[in-house]
């Protein structure tokens, strides 16, 4: 069992920066791939990024690529989203997930473990 705690969200400005982190709990970290998705009030959880088990592959949605990246340390068992240039529509809670695969994935009901969510403001 995996257990995922998200930290860093905030209340930002428009073209700020927020970094988020999510450690995980358990010694099979290193061989999960992990992803971040956000669910913005009344709409669906939509992916956001995605990346393998050993960091060497990475997948972003079109709305955050060339903003946004994902990593990972695995010796710490975290996995960050490093979130720039935010837009208002980026405001949502932010959710870590973590799949029994290395590979990466962008669909979320391939993701067997989430964590509780992490709240995301852009103000414009």
């Known amino acids: 069992q995996v257990q995922l705690v998200e930290s860093g969200g905030g209340l930002v400005q428009a073209g700020g920066s927020l970094r988020l982190s999510c450690a995980a709990s358990g010694r099979t970290f290193s061989s999960y791939a992990m992803g971040w998705f956000r669910q913005a009030p009344g709409k669906e959880r939509e992916f956001v990024s995605t990346?393998?088990?050993?960091?060497?592959?990475?997948y972003y949605a079109d709305a955050v690529k060339g903003r946004f990246t994902i990593s990972r340390d695995n010796a710490k068992n975290t996995v960050y989203l490093q979130m720039n240039s935010l837009k208002p529509e980026d405001t949502a809670v932010y959710y870590c997930a973590g799949r029994q695969r290395r590979v990466v994935a962008t669909n979320k009901y391939e993701y067997n473990y989430w964590g509780q969510g992490t709240q995301v403001t852009v103000s414009s």
């Open positions: 990346i393998s088990s050993s960091g060497s592959n990475t």
